[in-house]
């Protein structure tokens, strides 16, 4: 997935860090969802 090679390409940068915190924003979203 375009993601995880963005992840692997950027490990330990500030990308990794923001699609990290997306990804787990996205997820709350989805648990807080009706």
């Known amino acids: 997935c ?3 090679g963005i992840l692997q390409l950027e490990e330990g940068g500030l990308r990794v860090t923001l699609i990290k915190a997306i990804v787990e924003a ?3 979203a989805r648990e807080l969802a009706p």
């Open 26 to 28: 996205a997820r709350r």
């Open 2 to 4: 375009t993601i995880d």
